[in-house]
């Protein structure tokens, strides 16, 4: 008896400590309101959201979404999505200042 209990009492341990020792990562996503905006120069221009704390990010979507947001230029968008933060040693080629965003869902601000 005193055996099993060792046993149920050594594999609850072993399993408390798993849990505690997996990583779980912090969850980026996060909603903006801004403009677009266009940046770059032709043929490698690209867009971006401005926001009224002065944030920029550019915006990687699927095409269709992509064209959609293009076209919205001038008027206010919120836009839902996972932030991907600039690396210390310098900005990628389409990325801005405050980093990217991944876009998953947007709509426009009444």
């Known amino acids: 008896m005193k055996k099993r209990i060792n046993k149920i009492i050594f594999?609850?341990?072993i399993l408390s400590i798993s849990m505690i020792l997996c990583s779980y990562s912090k969850n980026n996503q996060k909603t903006i309101k801004g403009y677009?905006?266009?940046y770059g120069n032709e043929p490698f221009t690209y867009?971006?959201?401005k926001t009224k704390e002065n944030k920029e990010y550019s915006i990687a979507a699927e095409e269709k979404i992509y064209k959609e947001l293009k076209s919205t230029q001038g008027k206010e968008v919120e836009l839902s999505?996972?932030?991907i933060l600039p690396e210390k040693d310098g900005l990628e080629p389409g990325m801005l200042k405050d980093?990217?965003?991944?876009v998953i869902e947007w709509k426009f601000v009444k």
């Not at 980093?99 to 991944?102: D, L, V």
């Open 47 to 49: 867009i971006g959201i």
């Open 36 to 38: 677009i905006h266009v």
């Open 11 to 13: 594999i609850f341990s």
């Open 81 to 83: 999505g996972i932030i």
């Open 99 to 102: 980093g990217k965003i991944e």
